[in-house]
């Protein structure tokens, strides 16, 4: 199994803030990497897919980059909106399975 | 714009069986692979199986492969989840998900349900 590391678990921060998260892949997934946001109580929302195209509606502070086994998924300004868990998937063809990271929690500083 | 309603959750005993449906409705069924990714109380995501659109590709966790199995009837736009041998760490809030890809591959989800809630317990 590939294993999807998310850092950090949980990040403090408030509104304005520039957020970066990062997630790592225990195998190069050539840039096969979702980004979802889940609020309380809600289905996951998706917001990026091959590493840094943004999904049809999302806003343009979510951005994606990286390649290989590093990515990472930055909001250039944090709105309240956002206060959310955030997760990130790899869909790597030669990897099995599809597996996503363990969340990181943006919570209000 | 797409929809998926599951059903079928509810409190079984471990060792029994369990089948949830997701009807989808607002797009073609039949032109996407399909998932089902589950989420235990206050636990992350984990995907839990898929299939692609004309069944050819399935594939399954290694945490439930050889008890549950992924169907789908395109049909009736619908697709299963039978859960068998259920095991307490197996409770969650399953949710249908539908991917973005139209090939063999999987990939991501682009729409899902509100989900389905599975608690196995005595």
Redesign the interface.
């Known amino acids: ?1 590939n294993q999807m590391t998310q850092s950090p678990s949980t990040l403090s921060a408030t509104v304005g803030d520039r957020v970066t998260i990062t997630c790592r892949a225990s195998h190069t997934i050539s840039g ?1 990497l ?1 980004w ?1 946001q ?1 609020k309380p109580g809600k ?4 917001l990026i ?1 091959g590493a840094s195209s943004l ?1 049809s509606g999302v806003p343009s502070r979510f951005s994606g980059s990286g390649s290989g086994t590093e990515f990472t998924l930055t909001i250039s300004s944090l709105q309240p909106d956002d206060f959310a868990t955030y ?1 990130c ?1 790899q ?1 790597d ?1 030669y990897s ?8 990181t929690k943006v919570e209000i500083k | 714009e797409g929809q998926l309603v599951e059903s079928g959750g509810g409190l079984v005993q471990p060792g029994r069986s369990l089948r949830l449906s997701c009807a989808a409705s607002g797009f073609t069924f039949d032109d996407y692979a399909m998932h089902w990714v589950r989420q235990a109380p206050g636990k992350g995501l984990e995907w839990v199986s898929g299939m692609s659109w004309n069944g050819g590709s399935i594939d399954y966790a290694d945490s439930v492969r050889g008890r549950f199995t992924i169907s789908r009837d395109n049909a009736k736009n619908s697709l299963y989840l039978q859960m068998n041998s259920l095991r307490p760490e197996d409770s969650a809030l399953y949710y249908c998900a539908k991917d973005e890809t139209d090939t063999s591959d999987f990939w991501y989800f682009d729409l899902w349900g509100r989900g389905t809630l599975v608690t196995v317990s005595s």
């Open positions: 199994d096969r979702a979802y889940q289905a996951p929302k998706l897919y999904q997760y998937q869909y063809s099995p399975g599809l597996t996503f990271g363990g969340g």
